[in-house]
């Protein structure tokens, strides 16, 4: 080895040095600035759309490999770009995997028990979302937000329990409503509370 080439590779050595030194000193930067109330809202985003997804589609569709890389790679991606486009396009991809399985897969039916939680997942993957858009990792939170959005979630599950339960025991009543009615119904009751208490929240708030 010449000279130059010697030298040539210690430079090279010497930069690759540098690089990884300076990526660990903007790393512990990061950690040290680094907001627990945001990092919990981007996690409950993508924990959300995971379960939600897993969901959506049968036991054996969910432990697959490359389902399992499309689940966790939407859900990666709305919880760290929760600004963009990728809360939406986890969202349809959860539907889009439900409908699909319902149609597909004969003991895969489309049931008020499994429609009202997946909603409820991805109600409460979106409105994190929406939160944590308005927020970097590094910026502080103000509690009365995260209290307000626990309150509003919770306002809101507890009310769509109250109907899918309702409605349950009003299907059980009168068994001639067709089943696929019946969780269609339930769903147009579950989306016209949701926006209605969301609505009303906000303006309240």
């Known amino acids: 080895m010449t000279d130059i080439e010697r030298g040539l590779l210690r430079a090279v050595r010497e ?25 919990l809202l981007r996690a409950t985003v993508g924990l959300a759309y995971f379960i939600a997804a897993e969901l959506a589609v049968p036991a054996a569709w969910g432990s697959s490999a490359a389902y399992l ?5 939407v859900s990666l991606f709305a919880a760290f770009a929760p600004a963009g486009p990728a809360p939406l396009v986890a969202s349809l991809t959860v539907v889009a995997a439900w409908l699909a399985t319902t149609s ?17 997942l991805l109600y409460t993957a979106h409105s994190a979302a929406a939160i944590a858009q308005r927020f970097r990792t590094t910026t502080a939170v103000d509690g009365e937000i995260i209290l307000t959005w626990g309150r509003h979630l919770g306002i809101i599950s507890a009310s769509t329990v109250f109907f899918a339960l309702a409605l349950a025991l009003f299907t059980a009543y009168f068994a001639a409503i067709p089943a696929t009615v019946a969780v269609a119904i339930g769903l147009m009751a579950a989306v016209t509370v949701i926006y209605v208490l969301a ?3 906000h303006n309240s708030g």
């Not at 890389?69 to 790679?73: L, P, R």
């Open 15 to 39: 930069g690759a040095r540098d690089r990884i030194a300076s990526g660990r000193r903007r790393l512990a930067s990061w950690i040290r600035r680094v907001v627990p109330a945001s990092v």
């Open 69 to 73: 890389i499309v689940a966790a790679g």
């Open 104 to 120: 597909l897969v004969a003991d895969h039916e489309a049931t008020l028990w499994l429609a009202a939680p997946i909603a409820l």
């Open 199 to 201: 609505r009303s929240l």
